[in-house]
């Protein structure tokens, strides 16, 4: 589902229709609302070859066990092909929300859950994953929870997971939590687009009144596994490598209002 946000950060990602029936919103309601795309949402227009190819190859090993008699026709079939192979990710992005959910009340109201959570197909406590996701932030001075941005020179908006500071504000950065796979003693990477992610991020909290990332700039990605309970990696950016970041996300929102024939700046 595609998230949008209204010109003063409201969150607009579904809407009422007339019947009284929640639907997500879309390009056609954003248009109608004049609603500015998530900075998630711009870098996706970046084509990610590795992603396509795990799709893939998860497209045709579901369709090579799945019983194309009992679905009644192709297109039932290619529905339910397609439904089943796509289920991993879509477990990812849902188990993403659990922990940023987690992450927030533990943060903002000092409360564990003690539901536990699935979490790489096992049922686990969350308390130690939250606690361990929080020591690894200790250094920084913690600025804002979720935060919703927006930035309207640029046309975009977002909700930023934690604006911070440090070095008594001489550096300022902005952290993103994301939940990933994790092969055993193979060494954490950015993933594509993520670093663009922060980059707008930071240019939305930090840097309004700025065109160009400055030299007190810093993001962080911090990348809590899925398959190995309890491993944590915190990946450090520069702002040489968030300048880098903020090239590509702009390069990404001109492909994005190209690509949609949207320019909310103008609505």
């Not at 190859?57 to 799945?66: C, E, M, P, Q, V």
Request: neutral net charge; aromatic residues 8%; hydrophobic residues 35%.
């Amino acid at each position: 589902m595609s998230h949008w946000y209204s010109k003063t950060g409201d969150a607009c990602h579904t809407y009422t229709d007339a019947s009284g029936a929640e639907k997500p919103t879309g390009l056609r309601e954003a248009r109608k609302w004049g609603l500015l795309p998530s900075a998630s949402g711009v870098v996706h227009v970046w084509a990610n070859k590795g992603l396509e190819r795990a799709r893939e190859r998860k497209l045709i090993a579901t369709a090579r066990i799945t019983p194309y008699s009992e679905w009644g026709g192709t297109e039932s079939f290619i529905s339910e092909v397609m439904k089943a192979a796509l289920a991993d990710w879509e477990l990812a992005s849902s188990t993403g929300t659990v922990f940023h959910g987690l992450i927030e009340s533990k943060l903002t109201k000092g409360e564990h859950s003690k539901t536990p959570i699935e979490w790489g197909g096992k049922m686990l406590d969350p308390e130690p994953l939250v606690d361990a996701a929080l020591k690894v932030v200790s250094d920084i001075h913690i600025l804002d929870v979720e935060k919703r941005v927006v930035r309207l020179k640029d046309g975009y908006a977002g909700t930023t997971d934690l604006p911070y500071a440090r070095e008594n504000g001489h550096i300022l950065g902005v952290a993103d939590w994301k939940t990933t796979k994790t092969t055993e003693k193979k060494k954490m990477a950015p993933k594509q687009g993520h670093v663009a992610q922060i980059a707008a991020y930071w240019m939305a909290y930090h840097g309004l009144h700025l065109d160009e990332i400055p030299s007190h700039a810093e993001g962080r990605n911090i990348y809590i596994s899925t398959t190995e309970p309890g491993r944590i990696e915190t990946l450090v950016y520069d702002h040489k490598e968030l300048r880098k970041g903020w090239a590509a996300f702009k390069a990404c929102l001109e492909l994005w209002r190209q690509s949609n024939s949207y320019d909310p700046r103008g609505s």
